[in-house]
């Protein structure tokens, strides 16, 4: 049995996050802000994709291959999100280990990061 209003809906949706999450991209001035808007959109809108051809298709191999690839889509999507913003910041830096230099503190510790030894963090100057 089809549900063409609903595998319509669920289509709809993914092509609205997909273009909603795509204007954040371009509206973003730092890399690390875009990182973060492309990740909905290969989270989200594979989910709705798998949903409507669930609804529409009831051939088990599509099935099965739709949730396949919507499950790698979104196991990957964390592990290319973070190689990507090493990436970055080997190219912003020079280096991945965060040195002392850079002041970054630690949460809920009187740490500077890449320090061993306990000091008082600097304050933020914002």
Same mark, same amino acid.
């Given at each position: 049995?089809?549900?063409?209003?609903?595998? #319509?809906?669920? $289509? !709809? /949706?993914?092509?609205?996050?997909?273009?909603?999450? &795509?204007?954040?991209?371009?509206?973003? %001035? *730092?890399?690390?802000?875009?990182?973060?808007?492309?990740?909905?959109?290969?989270?989200?809108?594979?989910?709705?994709?798998?949903?409507?051809?669930?609804?529409?298709?009831?051939?088990?191999?599509?099935?099965?291959?739709?949730?396949?690839? #919507?499950?790698? $889509? !979104? /196991?990957?999507?964390?592990?290319?999100?973070?190689? &990507?913003?090493?990436?970055?910041?080997? %190219? *912003?830096?020079?280096?991945?280990?965060?040195?002392?230099?850079?002041?970054?503190?630690?949460?809920?510790?009187?740490?500077?990061?890449?320090?061993?030894?306990?000091?008082?963090?600097?304050?933020?100057?914002?």
């Amino acid at each position: 049995m089809t549900h063409p209003v609903l595998s #319509s809906i669920f $289509l !709809f /949706l993914a092509a609205a996050i997909a273009l909603i999450f &795509t204007i954040g991209l371009a509206i973003m %001035r *730092d890399p690390f802000q875009k990182l973060h808007f492309s990740s909905p959109i290969v989270a989200l809108c594979p989910l709705f994709i798998s949903v409507a051809v669930f609804l529409e298709n009831s051939d088990p191999a599509a099935r099965i291959k739709v949730v396949i690839i #919507s499950v790698v $889509l !979104f /196991l990957m999507n964390s592990v290319l999100s973070h190689a &990507t913003g090493k990436a970055i910041r080997i %190219r *912003d830096v020079g280096q991945w280990p965060v040195q002392i230099k850079e002041g970054i503190p630690l949460v809920n510790r009187n740490v500077l990061a890449g320090d061993n030894e306990e000091k008082p963090a600097k304050e933020n100057p914002i």
